[in-house]
């Protein structure tokens, strides 16, 4: 079956620290696709990511880092040096053969000033 | 950007009321899909769309009744809804259905008193 497990429902910490984000996953398949969104309290779903399972390429994107590990099956995102503006709920996604999206629970980031 | 546009953005209905949900999208996508998230709760995916043919119904209630006139448009029509149908409906579009990324539109808060 397949699962998309966040364990950290809440992290709260200081401006200007970093922050690494969970994110585990379970699947049958070879091929699959692998999200992270933010959701700021405006409601709106924000895509940050996309990764297919042949690419284990970790990525940068400015503050943003993504580390995917397919002999752990996960997929952690890192924020470095974290912004007020960074607090939100950050969800980590599957999208496999079934073709729908999985979701985890999703992660609460505090950010304070 | 806001490739993706829902209306109203707020909502709050009586138990015997008739509305609409509408959705829009710019982005030139072909899939278009609505979920339901309710405090607490993971998304919960409704409905889908693929070239204007509904591919999906997750077993969600006959009140809940959605139209896709295009690709570009999607709506969702409310009936006789019940207080624990409160939650935020989220509208996304995706180029086709595999493994491609969702984008989502800000939103509907639907109040059900």
């Known amino acids: 079956a397949q699962k998309v497990t966040q364990a950290q429902t809440e992290i709260s910490v200081v401006e200007k620290e970093d922050v690494t984000l969970d994110c585990v996953y379970e699947?049958?398949?070879?091929?699959?696709?692998l999200f992270w969104y933010k959701q700021p309290p405006s409601g709106e779903l924000v895509f940050l990511i996309r990764r297919n399972s042949f690419d284990e390429q970790n990525e940068i994107s400015g503050r943003y880092s993504w580390n995917f590990q397919k002999s752990t099956s996960s997929f952690n995102f890192t924020i470095t040096a974290s912004q007020v503006v960074d607090s939100a709920v950050y969800f980590c996604?599957?999208?496999?053969?079934?073709?729908?999206?999985?979701w985890g629970a999703g992660t609460k980031l505090i950010i304070k000033p | 950007e806001t490739g993706v546009t829902q209306t109203p953005r707020h909502l709050v209905m009586g138990m015997t009321n008739k509305k609409s949900l509408k959705c829009e999208q710019h982005?030139?996508?072909?899939?278009m899909y609505w979920y339901k998230q309710s405090a607490k709760k993971p998304l919960e995916l409704m409905f889908v769309?693929?070239?204007?043919?509904?591919?999906e119904n997750n077993s969600v209630p006959s009140r809940f009744s959605p139209e896709c006139p295009n690709s570009s448009h999607l709506f969702l029509h409310l009936h006789t809804l019940q207080p624990e149908d409160s939650a935020l409906y989220l509208c996304a579009s995706s180029q086709e259905r595999v493994g491609e990324t969702q984008y989502f539109g800000p939103g509907t808060r639907l109040l059900v008193l």
């Open positions: 982005l030139g996508h072909n899939a």
């Open positions: 996604a599957l999208s496999d053969s079934n073709y729908q999206l999985i």
């Open positions: 699947t049958r398949d070879t091929t699959y696709y």
């Open positions: 769309y693929n070239f204007k043919e509904q591919t």
